[in-house]
C-alpha cells in the first residue's frame, strides 16, 4: 500500500505502476452507475462486507424475493467487463496522447458537435438523447474529443508504401486525369456599348489585365485582372467555353452575350487532355489511404496498447470476462458516435 492512501482504496485498475481512481473517469451512463455500486467486487481492496441493507428485497416474484446483491451481481457480470474494458480504452488514449502531446482539432470538434446535434433533430432531441445516456453536452465533448485523439495516434503509426501509392494512382487514372484545358482573361460588363469599348481599346494594345481591373464588372475576376485560371470545357456555363476553346493562344473574342451580360475573352494558353503527375496528387492519395484505412488503424493501435496494459483485478468473474472484452471489444466501443434518440 503506498503511504497516505486508504486502506480500501476505490482504485479501477493499474497501467504500469499508475493507479487510475474510478471518481477521476467520466461519469458513467445511469445503468453503469448501477454496476459500479456494486464496484467493491472489482478489488481485493475493496471486497469488505456488503452495506447495510445491501441485501434488501427489491422484487418478488410469484412470493419468491429478488434481492438487492443478486441484481447488483448481475450488473456487475452482465456490464461490468464491458464498461471497464471502454474505461481502459479511454484512459489508454489520454495516456499515450499525452505523452506524444497530441490535442482534438477545435474546428474537428466543434463539426463533430454540429454533426451530432443536427442527426439527433435539434437542441431538445440531442439533449433527451443526451439524458438517456446520462451524458451531459461537455461529457460527450469529452467522448468525441477522444474519438479524435484516437484518430491521431492511430494515423501516427500508419504509413503507405510508395507501392501502394503508386497502386492507387494507377487504380484512379480517370479521377486524376483531366480533359482539354485553357487559360484566359474574361472581361463582363452590363452593356455591349461599354463591352465594344473595352474591346477597342484592347485591339489598339491595352492591357487585358489593367482594363478588367477599372471596368469589369465581374466579381470573381476582376480583382485578378480578369484571370479565370485554368478551365476545362465542363467547369463554365456553355457560351464562355465554346467562346474559348475555339481561341487561339492571345486572340481576343468578339464581344458575345452570355449569362450575366456582355463579354470578352482573351486565352493565354491552352494544353490538351492529360494526366496528373503522381507527385502533384501525392498528398490527396495519402488523405485517401488514411480516411480508408483508419478504422483498422483504430483497432490495430487499440489492440496493441491492450497488449501493454497491466491490469489487476481480483474478482476472478470480472476478469475472465474482461479478458473476452479486452479481445473481442471493437476500439471504445460506441465512443464519439452520435447519441441514439
Not at 448481475?74 to 502531446?101: F, K, P, S
Not at 474559348?244 to 450575366?260: I, M
Request: charged share 25%; proline share 6%; hydrophobic share 40%.
Amino acid at each position: 500500500m503506498r503511504r497516505g492512501w486508504p486502506a480500501a482504496p476505490p482504485w479501477c485498475y493499474m497501467k504500469t505502476d499508475t493507479w487510475i481512481r474510478l471518481d477521476t473517469l467520466r461519469r458513467l451512463p445511469a445503468v453503469f452507475l448501477a454496476v459500479l455500486v456494486a464496484a467493491t467486487a472489482l478489488f481485493g481492496a475493496c471486497r469488505g462486507p456488503l452495506a447495510a441493507g445491501a441485501d434488501a428485497v427489491v422484487a418478488t416474484v410469484n412470493g419468491q424475493p429478488v434481492l438487492e446483491s443478486a441484481v447488483h451481481q448481475a450488473l456487475l457480470h452482465d456490464y461490468g467487463a464491458r464498461t471497464l474494458a471502454r474505461m481502459i480504452d479511454e484512459e489508454l488514449v489520454r495516456q499515450a496522447a499525452q505523452v506524444a502531446n497530441l490535442n482534438p482539432d477545435p474546428a474537428q470538434l466543434e463539426l463533430k458537435m454540429e454533426t451530432a446535434l443536427s442527426r439527433a433533430g435539434g437542441e431538445v432531441a440531442f439533449e433527451q438523447s443526451l439524458a438517456v445516456q446520462g451524458l451531459t453536452r461537455d461529457e460527450y465533448r469529452d467522448r468525441l474529443a477522444l474519438s479524435l485523439l484516437l484518430d491521431l495516434l492511430a494515423l501516427q503509426v500508419t504509413t503507405f508504401s510508395d507501392e501502394q501509392i503508386q497502386a492507387y494512382y494507377q487504380a484512379h487514372r480517370e479521377r486524376f486525369s483531366y480533359g482539354e484545358q485553357a487559360r484566359a482573361r474574361l472581361s463582363l460588363t452590363s452593356t455591349r456599348e461599354n463591352a465594344e469599348t473595352l474591346r477597342s481599346a484592347l485591339a489598339e494594345g491595352g492591357d487585358f489585365a489593367g482594363l478588367a481591373q477599372a471596368f469589369s464588372e465581374d466579381p470573381a475576376t476582376r480583382d485578378k485582372g480578369g484571370d479565370m485560371g485554368w478551365f476545362e470545357r465542363a467547369d463554365f456555363a456553355p457560351e464562355l467555353s465554346q467562346v474559348a476553346f475555339a481561341l487561339r493562344p492571345g486572340e481576343l473574342s468578339q464581344v458575345f452575350q452570355g449569362p450575366d451580360g456582355y463579354y470578352l475573352l482573351q486565352v493565354s494558353e491552352k494544353r490538351p487532355a492529360g494526366q496528373k503527375p503522381l507527385e502533384s496528387v501525392r498528398e490527396e492519395i495519402l488523405s485517401d489511404l488514411r480516411y480508408r484505412e483508419l478504422p483498422s488503424a483504430r483497432q490495430r493501435w487499440i489492440e496493441q496498447a491492450r497488449r501493454n496494459v497491466q491490469i489487476r483485478i481480483a474478482d476472478p468473474d470480472l476478469a475472465a470476462a474482461l479478458r473476452i472484452q479486452l479481445q473481442t471489444a471493437p476500439p471504445l466501443g460506441d465512443l464519439g458516435l452520435i447519441p441514439h434518440s
